[in-house]
């Protein structure tokens, strides 16, 4: 059936919310996915995970504190009853995105969608055409190369295990293997980390990032790098991954190995060249509307365009920006200037602005504090051992150029720098706040 609307949107994710303000303002829309309606944020990824690191952080809480008021010897995480609490807080997740869709007069359609024109999508049996179309079709783990990459389990999967395996390994170094690794390492499972590369969580400062490996093998996770996997064989009772290090051969035994390599745009479905939409690794190549730069009726947001990291406060942006330049013309530009970026591990990573390879590159002239605040009251009160700062300040104008926290409610404290860098808030000014006492926001002056 052929079907005609002013919007089409692929993907139900963070930036499918374009969805329900285009309709708002009388549109005609439609909405695609092949998976659940909620996207991969709700479902599969920000949301869920970070229930299971609220439980880790509990136990490791009370473990930290163990012999210093805090009873909490043998205590672990119930695993099946946290994925039944999981379960039970996004369950609904998909129903009520459905329906409040659906009352607002949105039409949804479950299935792939296929350019087959400009601006023209088949779904099933259904042909969508829309004035414009909005690409929000989200991000897919890249594809494994090796021998026996069918035995990796996804993220996804992880997130829904029914019990916790007594090992578990963790191939690629990013910020999802480490999130896992460390909720694993809390529940009991002796865990492995390998990354190909010389540095793991590459987007983040290098010196943090050390801390936090030192920190994380102290929890008894390996962390094994300049270690490529080469092929996983199934073995009696689990899995042997095989790798080459500097020319050796490496061997590791497992009872799960799962993916934490990367993810990219789910684009491929898609046939984009019917559309005559250019794309790149990153995604649909864009201009600074969110709009492509080789057919006007397609906008793209979230992990489906190349611009921007691939962040959820940046698909938040995006959708902003894509609602302002398709309800009232190409007005609004990205910015994503000062963006906040965390590592859930315990303690978490966090980074907003620029690093300071990156500062130096652009040829910026900067101050740097950075400390190893390990032995700080706001890392001992709560029994950790490690945390560290890292601030960049431009010389001349006391423009903050980027921050990068380590340690005990570093997510909350980066927010703070994501507010300096975004206004512009000079050092010397945020210096003056005056934050309650005594709280972790409290030591931003010290870091600057």
């Known amino acids: 059936m052929d079907r005609q609307y002013d919007l089409v949107v692929v993907g139900s994710g963070v930036t499918s919310a374009v969805a329900s303000r285009c309709r708002e303002a009388g549109w005609s829309v439609a909405v695609v996915d092949r998976q659940p309606f909620g996207g991969t944020c709700a479902l599969r990824g920000c949301v869920p995970k970070k229930i299971l690191v609220g439980a880790a ?11 210093r008021g805090v009873p909490a010897d043998g205590l672990t995480l119930e695993w099946p009853r946290l994925i039944a609490f999981k379960r039970e807080l ?16 949105i039409e ?29 079709a989200g991000a897919i783990p890249v594809p494994l190369k090796f021998p026996g990459a069918e035995r990796v389990s996804t993220s996804d999967a992880f997130l829904d295990l029914p019990r916790m395996p007594a090992r578990a390994l963790f191939i690629g170094g990013g910020y999802i293997s480490f999130e896992f690794a460390h909720v694993a390492a809390r529940a009991g499972a002796q865990v492995t980390i390998l990354h190909r590369g010389r ?47 500097r020319g050796n051969e490496v061997t590791f035994e497992t009872d799960l190995a799962v993916h934490g390599a990367g993810r990219v745009p789910e684009l491929d479905a898609l046939d984009l060249d019917a559309a005559g939409v250019k794309r790149e690794k990153r995604g649909v190549v864009v201009n600074e509307f969110l709009q492509s730069v080789s057919n006007a009726a397609v906008y793209a947001g979230g992990d489906a365009a190349a611009s921007g990291p691939a962040l959820t406060p940046k698909a938040d942006h995006d959708v902003a920006v894509l609602t302002a330049n398709l309800l009232q013309g190409n007005t609004r530009r990205v910015s994503y200037d000062g963006i906040a970026s965390a590592v859930f591990t315990i303690p978490p990573l966090t980074s907003a602005g620029l690093r300071e390879d990156e500062a130096r590159a652009a040829g910026l002239k900067f101050r740097v504090n ?27 104008t006391d423009r903050i150029l980027g921050a990068h926290v380590l340690g005990p409610h570093a997510e909350e404290v980066i927010n703070l720098f994501a507010v300096a860098i975004r206004l512009r808030v000079p050092a010397g000014e945020l210096k003056e706040v005056l934050f309650a006492y005594p709280t972790s926001g409290s030591d931003v002056r010290f870091m600057l």
Do not use: Y
């Open 199 to 245: 540095r793991p969580l590459e987007a983040f400062d290098p010196d943090l990032v050390d801390q936090l490996v030192r920190r994380s093998r102290e929890l008894g996770i390996r962390v094994e790098l300049e270690t490529e996997v080469r092929g996983i064989d199934a073995a009696a009772g689990g899995l042997v991954v095989r790798g080459a290090r």
């Open 370 to 396: 950075h400390q190893d605040t390990s032995g700080g009251f706001h890392t001992r009160r709560v029994g950790e051992t490690t945390s560290g700062c890292k601030v960049l300040i431009e010389e001349g």
């Open 90 to 105: 996004i369950g609904g997740t998909t129903e009520h995105t459905e329906r409040t869709w659906t009352e607002m007069g």
């Open 108 to 136: 949804l359609f479950h299935g792939v969608a296929r350019f087959v024109g400009p601006a023209t999508l088949v779904v099933g049996d259904d042909r969508l055409t829309g004035r414009r179309v909005l690409i929000a």
């Open 57 to 67: 952080e509990a136990v490791n809480a009370a473990r930290d504190l163990t012999g």
